[in-house]
């Protein structure tokens, strides 16, 4: 047998354009398989130049699914150009960043459960690739696909209050935020009037967890085992209790046993951590400085998040976390499918988070911008959807940006999601004689099931058709698919 | 004010894409003309969720520029749910949101598109000369014929 290539790209239903190499030796077995990220447009240069003011509303342009992450995480960063630490900003600015913050996090992990991973869930792997999609979902279940979409709009409309529109909105000023919120934009989200409201969003939140549950019962074989590996996991923590934290906190990693690695002030990122570059791809492969490039890498997510915090500070989603925990006898758990699990916890927590901050008289106060000593530098993390979110800028004493660093959640799920796909490939395509599109699609599976937001990592968008080409050893095409 | 029963008019688009913003225009000037703002809504792009917004709606227009060459500078046609859906976060064509509201919500409002051309797509606000002409056409003949008929 010759020596041959498959190239999938790129890579469906997840934000961006990825492609897919995997490469197989005379044997027919996978030699290697890689994701490279062929996007590139390079934010971090041309937003050299500009005031630090405009860096908030700016880098939102990376994305049009979550660009609230990565105005709050600027937002962050640019309160320290202006000598205001997140401690001192007024509890009203914190609490409605915050509840701007929860409703990206809701309405992005609603959309991926919903539009992206359902039908993997619901019509399984080895359906068809025209079944794999939300209208079949819809078809299918009818109630998901309205509560789906149902609660994706909660978010969104948490979002449009806040900043003003749904997509590229503005909330957060230097130093605070500038406007507050009024009686009737919180009856709105608690009155259940208009749309379903904060307690619903609790309650469908709840139901879409026990859809998990069983549908892990049902299922575990293939759920445990689906591009399982070990691997250290990193994300925010609260400060004093250890509790996730998803707008500001400590980071922590621990390895796949629960050994702690680094539990360090957010801010001192930068003397823990290096960026690797390979020539295959745009996207970056960040890594622990002191455990080096082949054991320093961590997912972030979800499933990492849950993972690094000690506990969860709402009830309902503690409850749901220690469940999860049982499962894997409190241990980190490295099953990559769980991400679903962890992820719909998540929403619960949020949706809880959301009600605590809707039922409080603080979130209308007048207090909203801080001021201080300006500095030149800032640097601003959190947690976005898909992961820990990192934002650092550099400004001269004009206020210009001179230098500015963004490691995105993808970005850190790069090695990840690499080895995802050599876990999949090595299961799914040693000794094939035929290539088949269920086999395709489950290598997408592992990349979908981090959220990969490529458009962020590298800040572009692509286009969506899946091609598949296979080479032979000397690189010429001898077959080539397009679904 | 004039009165859109029921009818939902939705411009597809971004302003700072020079004539991409020519359906963000139609509906400024239907605004400017006394139409209800309730009843129009712009969109960078269709998205699953504006299943549901349609839903409540008899009658559906989407506005949106084109590359192609249209006869008189636009076109209007009627549209019918898509017998296949594909998908993608970025972008979902108006007649897979209409077979997205009739599988979701048992509704199948009655929709139109209108095409208006367009020529330039660089970073810059503002229709190019020919885009304008062909928005003031495509105007006149939806205030002269078509919202006549609309409300009738």
Redesign the interface.
Known sequence: MNKRKIVIEPV??V?GHGKVTIKMNENGEVDDAFLHIVEFRGFEKFIQGHPYWEAPVLVQRLC??CPVSHHIAAAKAIDQLVGVDPENLSPTATKLRKLLHYGQVFQSHS?HFF??ASPDLLFGINAPA?KR???AV??SN?EL??KG??M??FG?EIIKALAGKK?HGILAVPGGVHKTFTKEEREYFLDGKQIPNVDTMIEWSKEIIDFMKTYHTDNAEWIDNFAKYPSNHLGLVDQETGALELYDGRLRSVDSEGNELLNIEDIEYSYHFKEAVEPWSYLKFPYMTKYGREKGWNRVGPLARLNTCSHINTPLAEIERQIFKLYTQNKPNNMTMHTHWARLIEMLHCAELMKELLLDDELMGDDLVREGTPRNKGIGIIEAPRGTLIHEYHTDDKGLITKCNLIVSTTHNNEAMNRGVRSVAQNVLNNKPEITEPMLNQIEIAIRAYDPCLSCATHA?GQ?PLIVQLEDSKGNIIDEKVR | MKKLDKTLIIGIGNNTRKDDGLGWCFLDILEEKGYNSDNLLCKYQLMVEDAEIIADYNTVIFIDACKNQLKNGFLIEEIFPAEQVTFSTHAVPPNQILNLCETIYNKTPKAYVIKIEGFKWNIEIGLSEQATQNLNNALNHFEQYFFSELVN
Request: net charge positive; hydrophobic share 50%.
């Open positions: 469906t239903r934000e049009g699914i959309l539009y992206l025209e999609n939300i209208v819809a078809e009818q696909a309205k979409i149902l994706r709009k969104q997509i968008l969506m």
